[in-house]
Every structure is written in C-alpha cells, then in structure tokens.
Nanobody, 120 residues
C-alpha cells in the first residue's frame, strides 16, 4: 500500500509561485509513476503533471505547460510541483497520485489533497 501526503498549498496572488510536495511511503518506487491532478469546485478532475521515478520523463496538461514543473527526489521519495505565473483559474484542490504507469494514475493511490487559492 502506498501512502501519499501533500503539502505546500496556500493563498497566493496572481502571478506568484508555489511549490507543492508529495511525500510517498509504504512501497519501493523505483518503477512508479507519480503525478498531480486538481479539482476545482463544480469542475471535473484535471490532469496536471506526471513523472516516472526511473527515467524522469515528464508529462503536462495543456493548461499548465510552460508554467508548472514536476520533479522528484528519489532519496526522499518526494515529488514536487513548482507552479509559476499562477492564475486565478489554477485555484483548486491539488492531489498527488501514484501508480505503476502514468496511464493508470487516476486509478492508483491518492493523497488527501492540498488547497491552492490564487487571488486576482
């Protein structure tokens, strides 16, 4: 079983930055994919970014490309999401997810989420 704990959310003004962290425990992650999703009130869950532990290949949703960067620290079993040039439409609860493949992240293990609020 994988346990995921997100942190780093908060309130920021438009144009600002935040860095989210996701600490993973309970399994070895050498072959795991990790990712971030978000969900705003009244909207569907949206894929944000993903990364493989081993190869470092990264993937991004269209709405965050060029602004967000996903990275990992294998020694700490932690994945980060650096969010720059934040917009009010980035306001959402951000969830960390883990699975054996990027394609199955949405059905893998999930954290409790961390709120990000961007004020205009």
């Amino acid at each position: 079983q994988v346990q995921l704990v997100e942190s780093g959310g908060g309130l920021v003004q438009a144009g600002g930055s935040l860095r989210l962290s996701c600490a993973a425990s309970g399994r070895t992650f050498s072959s795991y994919a990790m990712g971030w999703f978000r969900q705003a009130p009244g909207k569907e869950r949206e894929f944000v970014a993903a990364i493989y532990w081993s190869g470092g290949s990264t993937y991004y949703g269209d709405s965050v490309k060029g602004r967000f960067t996903i990275s990992r620290d294998n020694a700490k079993n932690t994945v980060y999401l650096q969010m720059n040039s934040l917009k009010p439409e980035d306001t959402a609860v951000y969830y960390c997810a883990a699975s054996t493949r990027v394609a199955t992240l949405s059905t893998g293990s999930w954290g409790q989420g961390t709120q990000v609020t961007v004020s205009s």
